[in-house]
């Protein structure tokens, strides 16, 4: 028997308004830059590259087995994947799992690998440098910020250096110079044996995973994820070859033994954070698909479980 837990409407809501509010605070500069037309080389990147709006993100879900009192009056009852019980409307796991089924096991298949390896702490964030390489000052991703070193100087990074970039959807964007000099070949169809968890890409996807699984996923974690990524992406153009002092970003200069040392430290605590969201995820996606294996629903008052 499948226990779904009722959460009265007063509770879901106010779960929905607490959750729409922390994403309002966290979008806010992205949302004004975007009604000027400004763009910055830093927040923006996650709502770009991911394609996932702050109006995506907002939208609350209690995940699988939770049944929402009073909602089948609201526009919920009319959302994909949810099925409406009395007054009550809950996610409708057995469509869920019909038309997403393949990416779940996908994603849970990938994420377990990842946690099964020891994290690659050495990689020093030179794929953003790679991005660069040899490249025309006026060709590079964020042209309208300098390069700390010059051209010259972020090249000779680069050569340097030992490149071990294990992210395809980093690796892919190498200019033609640099990506011979990485000592990987990651692709697409390869990805998960060779996804680690020290890659910062990696720990930032643990948030492309979260609301790719929406409304499987519940919408805490899936902001956690948020969180993490946004931190990421910091230490990402920190180290990154690019001058952003006027955005108040202090360098990590990977170039030096100090820079290193930092950016290691980082790379070591975004670790174990992405690994914990991983871990969440997994048992969220293992618990729906067993889930969609059992009997009968059985509501239970969510005081109950408290």
């Known amino acids: 028997m499948r226990v779904t837990v009722v959460l009265a409407r007063e509770e879901w809501r106010g779960l929905e308004r607490a959750h729409a509010e922390r994403v309002d605070a966290a979008t806010a500069g992205h949302r004004t830059r975007r009604a000027d037309g400004r ?7 996650l709502f770009r590259y991911y394609n996932h709006s702050p ?50 096991s996908f994603v849970r298949e ?16 030179l794929h953003e440098w790679a991005m660069v390489h040899r490249l025309p000052a006026d060709d ?3 042209t309208g910020w300098p390069l700390r070193l010059g051209p010259r100087g972020t090249d000779e990074v ?8 294990s992210h395809f959807d980093a690796y892919r964007f190498f200019t033609e110079s640099a990506a011979p000099l990485n000592q990987l070949r990651p692709t697409r169809e390869e990805q998960v044996a060779h ?5 910062l890409h990696a720990g930032m996807d643990v948030y492309k995973w979260a609301f790719k699984l ?48 930092e950016y290691l ?3 070591r605590e975004f670790t174990v954070r992405s690994n914990a969201l991983r871990r969440r995820l997994v048992e969220v996606l293992e618990q729906g698909v067993a889930r969609s294996g059992g009997g009968r629903e059985e509501p239970v008052d969510a005081s109950l479980e408290r």
């Open 39 to 45: 763009a910055h080389p830093v927040e923006d990147f």
């Open 55 to 104: 109006a995506k993100l907002r939208r609350w879900h209690p995940g699988a087995g939770v049944l929402l009192e009073g909602a089948a009056s609201t526009e919920r009852a009319g959302w994909r994947h949810h099925e409406v019980v009395g007054d009550g409307v809950r996610l409708d796991l057995g469509s869920f799992l019909d038309a997403r089924g393949g990416t779940v």
């Open 110 to 125: 990938l994420l377990t690998a990842t946690l099964s390896r020891p994290p690659h702490l050495g990689c020093l964030g």
């Open 140 to 142: 590079v991703r964020h």
């Open 158 to 165: 680069v050569e340097r250096h030992a490149v071990r970039c």
């Open 195 to 199: 996804e680690q968890p020290g890659c």
């Open 214 to 261: 929406a409304p499987l996923v519940p919408s805490d974690l899936t902001a956690d994820a948020f969180d993490l990524a946004r931190d990421i992406r910091v230490l990402d153009m920190q180290a990154s070859p690019y001058d952003l002092l006027e955005l108040g970003y202090e360098p990590v200069r990977i170039e030096t033994s100090e820079g290193k040392t």
């Open 265 to 267: 430290t980082r790379q």
